[in-house]
T-cell receptor
Framework: SQTIHQWPATLVQPVGSPLSLECTVEGTSNPNLYWYRQAAGRGLQLLFYSVGIGQISSEVPQNLSASRPQDRQFILSSKKLLLSDSGFYLC?????????????FGDGTRLSIL | AQSVSQHNHHVILSEAASLELGCNYSYGGTVNLFWYVQYPGQHLQLLLKYFSGDPLVKGIKGFEAEFIKSKFSFNLRKPSVQWSDTAEYFCAVNRVGGRRALTFGSGTRLQVQP
């Protein structure tokens, strides 16, 4: 069966520090991968999505970047965190071969910027 | 760009009361529609989905939703809620033939009192 792992679950970082959140998927190949952010009191906002290794699409201009160095690995990064980067970050995957399948979400990373 | 509106931000019900959560989307093309649920301390889980066919879809735990194309709505219903339904509910949409990333509503926090 397919599983998705995100880590860390919780992270507290000072303003200006770098960030690296990792997401891996098991049990499937060539998935679509997504990074979402849920800010306090708001819904989920799509940040990045990827349809293959090295292929990243950015949905909103921001202080973050994403990379997909391997088929089932999706990394969210920042060189210098801002206070506004605080939030709950969710990784999701979807089977690329079947368009009418839902996305499956990881447990999320709660990021607090001090 | 498509958008999703959930007008009820916080709903408080007593056990056995009926539930209806509103969801409206703005996009003139063909869409897939989803309801996700996030129980306290847990990850997002798919509650139900609509792709085509019967506009009344049944999900897990007694939930159902009705797609009304003319109203651009996909309201979630349950005839009798339980305390264990306390959670946050998200409506989401993606375009058929598009990049298939989800656009989420801002969520509705449901609190069921025993």
């Amino acid at each position: 069966s397919q599983t998705i792992h995100q880590w860390p679950a919780t992270l507290v970082q000072p303003v200006g520090s770098p960030l690296s959140l990792e997401c891996t998927v098991e049990g499937t190949s060539n998935p679509n991968l997504y990074w979402y952010r849920q800010a306090a009191g708001r819904g989920l906002q799509l940040l990045f999505y990827s349809v293959g290794i090295g292929q990243i699409s950015s949905e909103v201009p921001q202080n973050l970047s994403a990379s997909r160095p391997q088929d089932r690995q999706f990394i969210l990064s920042s060189k210098k965190l801002l206070l506004s980067d605080s939030g709950f970050y969710l990784c999701a995957w979807k089977d690329q071969d079947y368009s009418n399948q839902p996305q499956h979400f990881g447990d999320g990373t709660r990021l607090s910027i001090l | 760009a498509q958008s999703v509106s959930q007008h009820n931000h916080h709903v408080i019900l007593s056990e056995a009361a009926s539930l209806e959560l509103g969801c409206n989307y703005s996009y003139g093309g063909t869409v897939n529609l989803f309801w996700y649920v996030q129980y306290p301390g847990q990850h997002l889980q798919l509650l139900l989905k609509y792709f085509s066919g019967d506009p009344l879809v049944k999900g897990i735990k007694g939930f159902e939703a009705e797609f009304i194309k003319s109203k651009f709505s996909f309201n979630l219903r349950k005839p009798s809620v339980q305390w264990s339904d306390t959670a946050e509910y998200f409506c989401a949409v993606n375009r058929v033939g598009g990049r298939r990333a989800l656009t989420f509503g801002s969520g509705t926090r449901l609190q069921v009192q025993p």
